[in-house]
């Protein structure tokens, strides 16, 4: 059954250090989504992205944070110049076009910065 | 600020019994309704959504709307141990910002 996958499964970065997490959104998906989990708190929405261009974004998605679909297969999320408050799970999800309320989450990203 | 409400629990209920999950959330304009699962140190997972009044039933799972008095359930028949999770409540209103609750933690004792 297709998947979403992402990569690093666990990232450790220096406060003030850029990262970039990456995720492989389903392989006919054309809308994908990023979301983060502080520990024990809810998920939050972080972003929409369609047809190369961001569809939506939160309030938390400020100018530190960038997304790219860098080739046709990954879809990455920049965080610049990370801060401790950034520490979090970081899910990717995609959806097809036809069944948008059907989202499906990768595994994540634990971000520790330190 | 628009929010989605849900007793974090935990819920507890013995195998074999009915769950039931609540959540009400506080935007009028909410028009897609979300019930998720998530064990612990995984990703969400998707069990159902609605969007109209009413009920909407998938296998061992019933999604119940109300939009006038804002309200989402989840009924689990059957519980087994397996359905010992976390279970989100999310709510969106047009366009794609998805609001979570904090979920509430569901045990079925075997």
């Known amino acids: 059954e297709p998947e979403v996958t992402q990569t690093p499964s666990h990232q450790v970065t220096q406060m003030g250090q850029e990262v970039i997490l990456r995720c492989v959104p389903i392989?006919?998906?054309?809308?994908f989504y990023w979301y983060r989990q502080i520990l024990g708190q809810k998920v939050e929405f972080l972003v929409s992205f369609y047809n190369n261009e961001i569809s939506e974004k939160s309030e938390i998605f400020d100018d530190q944070f960038s997304v790219e679909r860098p080739d046709g297969s990954n879809f990455t999320l920049k965080i610049r110049s990370t801060k401790l408050e950034d520490s979090a799970m970081y899910f990717c999800?995609?959806?097809?076009?036809?069944?948008?309320?059907?989202?499906?989450f990768g595994p994540g990203t634990r971000l520790t910065v330190l | 600020q628009k929010e989605v409400e849900q007793n974090s629990g935990p819920l507890s209920v013995p195998e074999g019994a009915i769950a039931s999950l609540n959540c009400t959330y506080s935007d009028r304009g909410s028009q897609s309704f979300f019930w998720y699962r998530q064990y612990s140190g995984k990703s969400p997972e998707l069990i159902m959504f609605?969007?109209?009044?009413g009920d909407k039933e998938d296998g061992r799972f019933t999604a119940q709307l109300n939009k006038a008095s804002q309200y989402v359930s989840l009924l689990i028949r059957d519980s087994q141990p397996s359905d010992s999770a976390t279970y989100l409540c999310?709510?969106?209103?047009?366009?794609?910002?998805?609001?979570f609750g904090a979920g509430t933690r569901l045990f079925v004792k075997a």
């Open positions: 999800a995609s959806s097809d076009r036809t069944k948008l309320n059907e989202q499906f």
């Open positions: 392989s006919n998906h054309l809308y």
């Open positions: 609605i969007y109209s009044n």
């Open positions: 999310a709510v969106r209103a047009g366009g794609f910002k998805t609001i």
